[in-house]
């Protein structure tokens, strides 16, 4: 089935250290985003890719870094840098807005929730 | 500033009550408006999408309505199923982003 894969569901991170959240899609979609849920708040932009080996910051990429390598993978760390990275972070991906003149419908993975322990 | 404010908060339905949950936005140009439901846990699920005012969509129970100002997620006849939040974003012409609302939790009581 085509979907967005993330992984894992649950991680913990320690004091000082780095963690990976993984997304991978099989939609063949150009575009791939991550976003931040804290309760009771809306989704925020932390980082987003509109094309192999070029992403752009968010509203809040302080103490994360992307890579995108490849077209269906697009990986997020969280670094000790993030003071308060305890959170649901959510992958999604679209088609590229250079091939739509009209909004283009962002697909979600089912999330991943980091707490700091 | 672009911005979107969804409401109420949380609603309370008997099965079968219908309602609207209202997504108000200012955005510079409209490039088009999304509705998801997210339930806890999982990832927000597409729903809608609207471009210009007037229009509408169907889908079940659901049907969403776009003006100039603001859209509406009407509810007819609500199951219990249909509890979940709901999320409201907007996407400006000139960026590539999304802008959600905060979202209305729905509990439907059967």
């Known amino acids: 089935d085509g979907g967005i894969t993330q992984s894992p569901k649950y991680l913990f991170r320690k004091e000082g250290q780095n963690v990976t959240l993984s997304c991978e899609q099989n939609?063949?979609?150009?575009?791939m985003y991550w976003y931040r849920q804290d309760p009771g708040q809306g989704l925020r932009l932390i980082y987003y890719?509109?094309?192999?080996?070029?992403?752009q910051k968010g509203d809040i990429a302080e103490g994360y870094s992307v890579s995108r390598e490849k077209k269906e993978s697009f990986p997020l760390t969280v670094t000790s840098a993030q003071k308060n990275p305890t959170a649901f972070y959510l992958c999604?991906?679209?088609?590229?807005?250079?091939?739509?003149?009209?909004?283009?419908?962002?697909?979600f993975g089912e999330g991943s929730w980091l707490t700091v322990v | 500033e672009d911005q979107v404010t969804q409401s109420p908060e949380a609603l309370r339905l008997q099965e079968g009550e219908s309602s609207s949950l209202n997504c108000s936005y200012t955005?510079?140009?409209?490039?088009?408006l999304f509705w998801y439901r997210q339930d806890p846990g999982k990832g927000p699920e597409f729903l809608f999408t609207l471009y210009s005012a007037g229009e509408e969509k169907e889908k079940e129970r659901l049907k969403a309505t776009l003006t100039k100002k603001e859209s509406f997620l009407h509810i007819t006849a609500p199951k219990p199923e249909d509890s979940a939040t709901y999320l409201c974003?907007?996407?400006?012409?000139?960026?590539?982003?999304?802008?959600f609302g905060s979202g209305t939790r729905l509990l439907v009581r059967p």
């Open positions: 999604a991906s679209s088609i590229s807005l250079r091939e739509t003149g009209n909004g283009n419908t962002i697909y």
């Open positions: 974003a907007v996407q400006a012409v000139s960026s590539y982003k999304l802008i």
């Open positions: 890719s509109q094309i192999v080996n070029d992403f």
């Open positions: 939609l063949n979609h150009d575009a």
């Open positions: 955005v510079s140009g409209l490039r088009g």
